[in-house]
C-alpha cells in the first residue's frame, strides 16, 4: 500500500510505502475477522461459458454501459436505489481454459 500526503507546496506530495499507523496483518486475522463479522459472507465465482466470452466485444460492452449510463441520467435514479451486480461475467480476453 502507499498512501500519499500533501505538502504546502501545491502539486507536492510525499509517498510512504507503509503508513506508520498500520501494523503487518497477522497469521489468522481473516479468520478472526471472519468470526467479528458473521453478516459478511464470502461468494465462489466461476467463468463464463465459451459461447458467451466468444460473443462479448470491448464494443458491445461500451454500447450497454452507454446505454445504462444514459438511463440512470434520464431518470436520475437515487444512489440508494443502485444494487450491486455482478460484473464478472464482462471479463475480455479469459475463458474457462485460460
Given at each position: 500500500?502507499?498512501?500519499?500526503?500533501?505538502?504546502s507546496d501545491p502539486g507536492v506530495f510525499l509517498i510512504?510505502?507503509?503508513?506508520?499507523?498500520l501494523h503487518p496483518l497477522g497469521k489468522g486475522w481473516l479468520?478472526?475477522?471472519r468470526?467479528?463479522?458473521?453478516?459478511?459472507?464470502?461468494i465462489?465465482?466461476?467463468?463464463?461459458?465459451g459461447v458467451r466470452h466468444n460473443a462479448i466485444s470491448v464494443a458491445a460492452l461500451k454500447t450497454w454501459f452507454d446505454a445504462?449510463?444514459?438511463l440512470?441520467?434520464?431518470?436520475?435514479?437515487?444512489?440508494?436505489?443502485?444494487?450491486n451486480m455482478d460484473e464478472s461475467g464482462f471479463a475480455i480476453?479469459?475463458?474457462?481454459?485460460s
Open positions: 500500500m502507499t498512501i500519499c500526503t500533501a505538502t510512504s510505502k507503509t503508513p506508520p499507523y479468520d478472526r475477522f468470526t467479528r463479522h458473521p453478516q459478511i459472507q464470502g465462489w465465482t466461476r467463468q463464463i461459458e445504462v449510463t444514459e440512470f441520467l434520464q431518470h436520475q435514479y437515487p444512489a440508494e436505489r443502485t444494487y480476453g479469459a475463458s474457462q481454459s
